[in-house]
């Protein structure tokens, strides 16, 4: 019981020491975009993206040494919650019913019919024939009516089934994932490059003063012989001007700069 105390307020503390340091140095430091993080610090997850979201609690994690167990927990039962009021049942079963229903009501009259006819013939020979069948007649002409209106309602049932199912495609086709746009790297002046996949730790490296694109879906390490770059992706533009050795991470589509102590640690504890 005095651990799982201990746990939770830990998890409290770590979620008030981000409040107090603020979101401007936290984006200074992580390169989480401020509303990101804003977001995050006053939980108002409506702006959020789920996946996108439980990267930056991670890296707060990890760059603050925190627990936000709490704050993830928060999250996900947010993202359950919100995309659980999207999803519908089947509306099949009730059209199926509906069809059982209408063959048991057309036997139900053919069953009728057949009675009808059989009076009908028995009353031959003591009615005259023309009081009879137009008796027979009104009778049929009453049961197609009857048929006809009940067919008419299931059309209708049925077509309002199908709207609201292509109105659930529309719905999880808004709902697929959004891609990220290119990461751009754009050197100010020739500069050396060199760059590791994270997936596979494959290298490549170049020395170019021209314009060059990354895959934003992968995680990626990048190392620069000087600082004078600038990095976009979208919107958001990141510049550097320092003259020195540049090394960034990009993973779960955030770019940050790290240390070289950092940066030889997430390449598998070589330099290059």
């Known amino acids: 019981m005095e651990n799982e105390i201990s746990d939770e307020v830990k998890a409290s503390l770590g979620f008030e020491t981000l409040k107090k340091i603020g979101s401007q140095k936290i984006y200074e430091k992580t390169h989480i975009s401020k509303a990101a993080i804003e977001a995050l610090l006053h939980k108002s997850f409506n702006s959020l993206d789920r996946i996108q979201s439980q990267g930056f609690i991670s890296i707060l994690e990890r760059d603050y040494d925190v627990d936000l167990t709490h704050l993830k927990s928060e999250l996900k039962d947010f993202f359950d919650e919100r995309d659980g009021v999207k999803t519908s049942g089947t509306l099949l079963i009730p059209k199926e019913r509906k069809k059982s229903k209408l063959w048991i009501f057309i036997l139900f009259f053919a069953v009728l019919l057949a009675a009808g006819f059989y009076f009908y013939t028995q009353k031959m020979s003591q009615e005259p024939s023309k009081k009879v069948i137009t008796f027979n007649e009104k009778k049929i002409l009453k049961v197609q ?29 808004l709902l697929d994932p ?95």
């Open 145 to 173: 009516e009857h048929i006809e209106t009940y067919e008419a309602k299931l059309q209708d049932e049925i077509n309002e089934t199908v709207e609201i199912v292509e109105q659930n495609r529309t719905i999880s086709t």
């Open 178 to 272: 959004i891609m990220l746009p290119p990461l751009k790297i754009t050197p100010k002046k020739k500069v050396w490059i060199g760059i590791i996949s994270l997936e596979d730790h494959e290298k490549d490296q170049k020395t170019t003063q021209t314009a060059f694109e990354l895959d934003p879906e992968k995680n990626w390490l990048m190392v620069f012989g000087h600082g004078l770059i600038v990095i976009s992706q979208g919107d958001e533009v990141f510049e550097f001007e320092s003259r020195k050795q540049l090394r960034l991470a990009y993973e779960e589509g955030i770019l940050r700069e790290v240390s070289k102590a950092e940066f030889i640690a997430l390449n598998e504890g070589r330099n290059w």
